[in-house]
């Protein structure tokens, strides 16, 4: 990889949080390519550094399965090379950084082409119906770009972007594929894995040629509310983790036991 100028960050040269963002980052990574979300190795998951103006990228030309915590560049809002070494892809900072300084609650922004979000992309109404539990819990959190400009080359279309997304944390991008964040990279990365699947049972649905059943108002807001304000499970308070945790946490228990590097 010498090709790649790469300088691996120090695990002694950063604080404890942004070590374990760098773990987290690294470990999303692999998910993605696991689960098909990947395009070799384009696209971009990136991970805002705890109490810093920068984020967490991989240097281009890295597979995502090569992702490991100590690659990660460190970038500043402002486009500077803060830490490590390789080329930062100039789409990722132009998408990514005006999107994580909107709003804190952007910290994680993962840009795919995963295949189904893609395909719902491409259609002419690209609104994701909502026809099952999936889709309702995602449904109030969709905006919709219904106005390709090409390759993002100038960080005046991140900011577009993050005018059209706002405080929602899934953008549909029309001919091309979706954004979608989280407040850390569980969440994320957990709200990607529902996204696909509901954009992968639903072109299932349609390709039956049969009429869709969408839920009613009513029924989409009752569904929102049990998952999102009701105990998923009957842990005591002080150990009561949400599902993306549990989700994410299960997932880096599979790479551990597959003795997968990502931690390095």
């Known amino acids: 990889m010498s090709e790649l100028a790469l300088e691996p960050v120090s695990r002694n040269s950063v604080s404890d949080a942004e070590w374990q963002a760098r773990i987290d980052l690294a470990a999303a990574h692999h998910f993605s390519h696991r689960n098909g979300f990947s395009q070799g190795i384009y696209n971009h998951l990136t991970l805002t550094v705890p109490d810093e103006q920068a984020f967490l990228l991989l240097p281009f030309g890295l597979h995502w399965t090569e992702a490991t915590a100590s690659v990660f560049l460190k970038i500043g809002y402002d486009g500077q090379l803060l830490a ?20 804190p609650k952007h910290a994680a922004v993962f840009h795919t082409h995963m295949p189904y979000a893609s395909a719902i992309a491409r259609l002419a109404d690209q609104r994701l119906l909502i026809t ?30 993050a005018e059209l997304l706002q405080l929602k944390s899934i ?94």
Not at 147 to 159: K, S
Request: hydrophobic residues 40%; negative net charge; glycine residues 6%.
């Open 171 to 264: 953008l549909f991008m029309a001919n091309h594929g979706v954004v979608v964040t989280g407040e850390d990279a569980a969440e994320a990365w957990d709200r990607l894995y529902a996204l696909e699947y509901a954009c992968q049972v639903q072109l299932y649905a349609r390709w039956t040629g049969e009429p869709l059943r969408e839920l009613t108002p009513e029924l989409r807001e009752k569904v929102r509310h049990q998952i999102t304000r009701t105990p998923l499970h009957d842990a005591a308070t002080s150990r009561y983790l949400p599902g993306h945790t549990l989700h994410f946490n299960a997932l880096k228990r599979l790479l551990d036991r597959d003795s997968v590097t990502y931690r390095d």
């Open 84 to 103: 490590g070494g390789g080329q930062i892809q100039r789409s990722a900072y132009c998408i990514h950084a005006p999107i994580h300084a909107f709003a």
């Open 132 to 161: 099952g539990q999936a889709e309702a819990l995602l449904s109030d959190d969709i905006a919709y770009d219904n106005d390709y400009q090409a390759l993002a080359r100038d960080p005046a279309e991140g900011e577009r972007l």
